[in-house]
């Protein structure tokens, strides 16, 4: 009995830090698409050098009240569908200012589509928080994957642990 109430203790303490956890990046989220009022055009700098499924994503510099900031352009999801019967210019599948990006590759070599769409010195939209210049977004909002991961596994974890706390012998 001591171990079925010591196991609900312990997945409803980590189903509930994960749950705050998740709730209060969502509300950053929301914070940061509320504030984010006043526009301005950031200047792609250079680009990201970690790649994520192959691209490399823009670094772009805007200024505010003659301070400089740096954002990146982000996605939510990239998608590369890669062969090596692929040409070698990559091709992005779907529209460039969606959430995630569709791409297909050559295995062995390929181009980044976000440097054909976004080359150095192009000028590109950024939002951000007139009283806070440094939070903001480029382009448009993507909102983290990992917001709603976080919560959904916190709800999991809770239910399992009522569910053995109802249902494993002894418990009663």
Known sequence: MQVNILMFIIFIIIGIILLIIGLVLKLQDINIIKKSTSTTKGKVVRYTVWNNNGIHFPIVEYSVNNIT????????VVINKSSSLNNIKTEMT???ESDNINIRTNSYISTNPLMEKFPINSLIDVYYNPNNPKQGYVLRFVKSSSTIILILTGIILIAIGFIMLIFLPGNI
């Open 69 to 76: 900031y740096r954002k990146t352009l982000k996605y939510g």
């Open 94 to 96: 779907n529209n460039v």
